[in-house]
Structures are given as C-alpha cells and as structure tokens.
C-alpha cells in the first residue's frame, strides 16, 4: 500500500508560507545545515562555512528523520547487481544530493558573508569574544584575584557613621550629666545661679527667669561659690544670700544719709525681696516668707525717714524766709518771727522723734521768745515788755524756789 505522493497537499499539513510540509528537496531559504541545534530558532546564528564537511556529507543527504521520505521513492524498486550500469549511475531527481551537488547551483551567502565573522556582523549578533566579556566581571585595579571585589567607600562611609553615631551618643550623655549640675559663681561684682550645659557637654550658664537674676554685692561682701546636683538646695542657698544682703543694707547705719536723689540703695533691697519671695513659694518656706514680708517693713519705715528728712529741709527754708521777712520789717504782716519760731520747734520735734525730749525753740527776735512749756501767743498778739534793771517799775525778782522759770523740760 503506497501513500500519497508529494503532490497530495490534502493530506499534509502546509507550512506557514503555503509551502508543503515534507517536500524535497526543500527551498533553499529554508535549508538548515547538517548539525544545527534547532530548525526554526529565531536567533540561531549559522557556523561557518567549511567546504571539507560540505564536500564529505553531500551525497549523504539530510539526516534520517528530518525530511520525510516521499512514497514514490519508498515505493521505488532498489536497484541490485541485475541492473544495469545505466540504471543505477542514473541520479535521482528526487535525490537531495543530486540538487545539493549541482555544479550550477548559486551558493545560499554572498561570497562577503561566507565566513562567520562577516555574518555575525551582518545580522548585528555579539561574537563569541564579546559573549565570554559579557560574562566575565569587570575588574577592579585594587582587584589583586585573590578575593572578592570590597567597595571601599561604602566601607569608609559605614565606618565613619558608626564613628559619629558613638561620638553623638558620648555627647548626649555627658551633656545629660552635666546638665544636672548648679552652682553659684562669684565675681567682682555679682553673684550668680549657673546650670551645666548639655551642649557642649562642659561649663555652665547662667539660669534664666526673674528669680534668678544675680545679686549685687558690695566691695566688702562675702561669696563662697558653691554646687550642687538638688535644684531646691541651690534655691536654698540663693534666697538664703538675696534675704542676708538685703539685712545688711537695712542695718548700716549711714543708710538715710546714702539715699539720695540719684542713689537710692532702698531700691535695690526692695529688688532683692520681691526676689526672694520668689524663691519662697515652698509651702515649707513659709516662715522665711513672714520674715521676708517684715523686712519689706523696714523698706517702707526708711523711706517714709527720707521723705521726713526732706521735709525738714524745707521746714527749715521757710522758716529762714521768716526771718528774713522779719527783718525787713513788713508792712502788713507781723507775725514773721512767730512763724518762723514755730517752724525751728517743728523742726526739732521731728528730730528728736516721737520718744525725745523737746528742746526750747527761741527764735531771733527778742520780742518773739516762745519756750517748750508755754502756750503760743496768738497771732497779732503785743507781747510785754520787761522794764529795764534798776528802774522804778522794776519789781524784785522772786524768791529763788529751785525752779527753771521756763518751766520743766520733758
């Protein structure tokens, strides 16, 4: 039973061009030489041409199995040693190698393609050097071969964050332990509450807020500086030093005569307190604040004796206006001497204070005599006039009782 012949396209399958499949030979853009891997691969890239191999497999044809063999060639009786010479010498128009070894024939490549190079170049696919350089990794001229390539900048990066990342947590904790730090400096002039900084983690600054300003001090002042790790302790020993330096000034005893009308020490002490009162908030500083509250006292009582002293100053201006109109004899008023008598006892009441004895107070006219124990004369009042010694309306002087006539002096 013989297949279909060549020509029966019904019963084959046909290429994707219309080209029966199965036909030889086949076409010659869809030859494939002997040994190629895969048929129809898109990327296959042909070896190079070697005429020995092509001239020694030409009459072998195509490997077995690649092509199918037509039935009209199985069918074909084999030719044995009865036939003759003709018969056998005769090529087969079927035969592949009868086409393959056609001295007419046109080769498949231009004769500038037939070596590899120039095809591999034609077509744009890498060379078998530039595939090996592909694979190979690039080398490093630090690279000696015997061992894997390091980045050193990544390497130096790495080592110089670690670096700083321990240098910043040194930081942090010394700044941290010297933050819990305070102490009271001493200089020329002031003294004042400092806390450690926590950057740079050295030295100190000074504390801010109103209860914590420095504190003035004297030439002749003490200051022991001192520290401490309790701010309530430092807040111990500054109200301690505002509450000592403000009895101080309050006890001199040539305080009323240093408050003048540009210096005013006053001021300053009353400065300290409202301090310390700050500083006294504790409900356990309770008592420290009733004394702070008593020393305020004192404030007020000096400065309430600087305005006294003052008015004195003036009192005693008027009164030598009084005397001075006085001498001049005014026309009208005639009551200058007494005036100005009672403005000098005035004046030496409010020196002598509330507990001190009054002293006479005797003004410049003869005619004006007014003494501690008696009464003043009235205004516009003539006062008399004692007759002369040895006159006639003398009267004698009284018997000598052991009494001042002036009266008791308090």
Sequence with gaps: MSGPGPGDGDDHNDGDDGTPAGTWPPETERAVPTGAPDAYAPGYVPPPADPAHDNAHAEEGPPAGLYPVPVDTAARPTPDATSSPESVDAPD??????ELAAPDEEPLLPAALATAGALQDAVGAPSERARRRAKTPPRRDDDDGSAAPRNRRTMMIASLSIVVGLGTAV???LGR????????TCDAAHAVAEQGRSFPPWGTHPLHGPEWAPITLPANAECQPRETENLGELGSWYLGLLVERATAT??????LESVGATTNPLDAVSAQLDQALLLARDPDRRDQRKEITRLQGDVDYWRAAARLRDASAVLLDAAKQFETANQQNPRHATDAAAWSALVHRVVDELHAGPTGAVPVATGSDSNAVVTGSEPAVPVGTALPVEPEAGSAGSAAPPPDAGVPSGGVLL
């Excluded at 128009?93 to 009868?98: E, F, H």
């Excluded at 332990?177 to 009271?184: F, K, P």
């Excluded at 309050?250 to 305080?255: C, F, I, Q, S």
């Design 93 to 98: 128009p079927l035969s592949p190698s009868s």
């Design 171 to 173: 930081l942090i904790f």
């Design 177 to 184: 332990a010297n933050e819990q730090r305070y102490v009271i």
């Design 250 to 255: 309050l006890t001199a005893r040539d305080l």
